[in-house]
């Protein structure tokens, strides 16, 4: 067994954010748990490399949640060495002929910015954006750190209550008809709300309307790691081991242990086997039920698990990232721009229109990348000149592989870079990197076919549909078996929610201590009946 103990009270498959995030709850509570990844080092997504000198974020950088989530205070992170930065200027989408509307988190300055393009829709945005702002902040985040409601509880609980309410209302319109009803004339305005909305993959006319204001919201308050996204996982990987946690890196998993319909533990690929009374997969549904627990235990426990499991839908676009690194920065104020557009976290080019936008999104799914449209995040940095351009990008490309256009892109997309930033003509490219989906699904297998939020957000998936109504509360059909991961309510984009909230779970199921307390945000709005 080498360093391994033959038992432990959990073990948890991933250490992912979520699995790193219940590691550190549950092992503060007392439980022996232990850790397992197949990579060298934790954190799934959250990639940072170095190469020449530079730092690369390949994967996740935008962290959404980081201001709000109830694990960067309880497990104390700036602490152990995550700190972020947070911009003044959140967004910028700049046209072709030197125009920039800019956004920030405070609603009043983005409304004096988008004067000077529509003075109506200036006042207009005041006021839907305190209704949308009241929306997320009420309803939405405290959701996302406590266990979904059932579909019907949630539509009448809901009605009780004008936040409520108003979330039931959009969440049967899509994208599109949530932004139609604010009702905003300027196709500008339009266009940047609705990108910030969908760059992550949202299909902006399939439902599910309530998660436009939280993407928007939350972008507009998003933040980077300082010296790179990967220190938040190595944050949570010292709170877990000074607490105990034993962390197996570079181990594959190859089943599940079961007695009958009861997890007991798991074996790995060499052989080796560690008991557990409790078992949590951060994998997704397909890797948990039908890979490493199998069909067999899965019908014993359920009649429908193995169906529900097999009709999971992966996301139908992902992302291509093509990261550079250069003698200096891209300006855009070289062309003209407003200033504020050089500072904004996320920069968004090539499209003015919503029409555009939505034929660009419709391409991606035909096949197509479009070298011409997309955002550029997370260059501020202090350290390193590295710049990023980030695209909605096809598994399967329609025109050709991603092996024989990968090096190619890097230089288009630089071309249309410098169109906006004309310095970058004279700027020397000193290394670049092409994160592309086949290069996401080879990384990170959990992300099947560049899924990057394993697995589409669509209704049937979605709130206490994900995965399924049997596992959206974190428990199983198999008992002692959890799941907690990207597919698992309330998603993925490194929001820690999955494993805050399946540690409470277990801490309850197992009789360990809740060190921690609720959220005040999330008790108000439990009185509202809001948060199950």
Sequence with gaps: MGTLDSHYDVAIIGAGPNGLTAACYLSRAGAKVLLVDRHHECGGGLITEEWSGFRFNTHAKLMMMMDVMPPYDDLELESWGCKYIRPDVAAAIVTRDGRAMCFYADIERTAKSIARFNAEDAEAYVEVMTDWYTIVNEAIIPATYSLPLPLLDMAVSYEQSEVGSVVNEMAEESFVETLDAAGFESELLKTAILYLGTMYGMDPEGGLGFLLPLFYNRLLHSAVVRNGSHQLAASLARFANRNGTTI???????????????????????????????????????????????????????????????????????????????????????????????????????????????????????????????????????????????????????????????????????????????????????????????????????????????????????????????????????????????????????????????AGVVADDLGLDRWWTEPEFVTEARKKGLVG
């Excluded at 891209?330 to 229109?353: C, F």
């Excluded at 501020?380 to 256009?405: H, K, M, N, Y």
Aim: proline fraction near 5%.
């Design 248 to 502: 197996e890196r570079a181990a594959e998993i190859q089943a599940i242990l079961t007695d009958g319909p009861k997890a007991v533990g798991i074996r790995f690929a060499d052989g080796r086997e560690v008991r557990a009374d409790t078992v949590i997969s951060t994998a997704d549904p397909q890797m948990t039920f039908l890979d490493l627990v199998g069909e067999e235990a899965c019908n014993q426990a359920s009649s429908h698990l193995v169906a529900q499991t097999r009709s999971w839908e992966w996301e139908s676009t992902s992302l291509c990232n093509v990261h550079y690194a250069l003698s200096e920065r891209p300006r855009l104020s070289a062309a003209g721009y407003d200033p504020d557009a050089d500072r904004a976290l996320v920069k968004i080019m090539g499209v003015e229109t919503v029409d555009g936008l939505l034929a660009h999104i419709e391409a991606t799914k035909a096949g197509r990348f479009d070298t011409k449209v997309g955002a550029a995040p997370v260059d501020i940095e202090p350290q390193t000149a590295v710049a990023c351009w980030e695209s909605l990008a096809p598994f399967d490309l329609s025109d050709g592989s991603w092996d024989a256009r990968r090096e190619a892109l890097a230089g288009e997309i630089l071309d249309t870079w410098t169109e906006y930033a004309p310095n970058l003509a004279d700027a020397t490219v000193i290394r670049h990197y092409v994160n592309d989906p086949t290069y996401i699904a080879a990384k990170l297998p959990n992300m099947v076919r560049g899924s990057i939020k394993h697995g589409a957000y669509v209704p049937t998936q979605m709130l206490s549909n994900r995965p399924n109504a049997d596992c959206s509360a974190y428990r199983t059909p198999i008992e002692n078996l959890y799941v907690a991961g990207a597919s698992v309510w309330p998603g993925g984009m490194v929001l820690l929610g999955g494993g805050y909230n399946v």
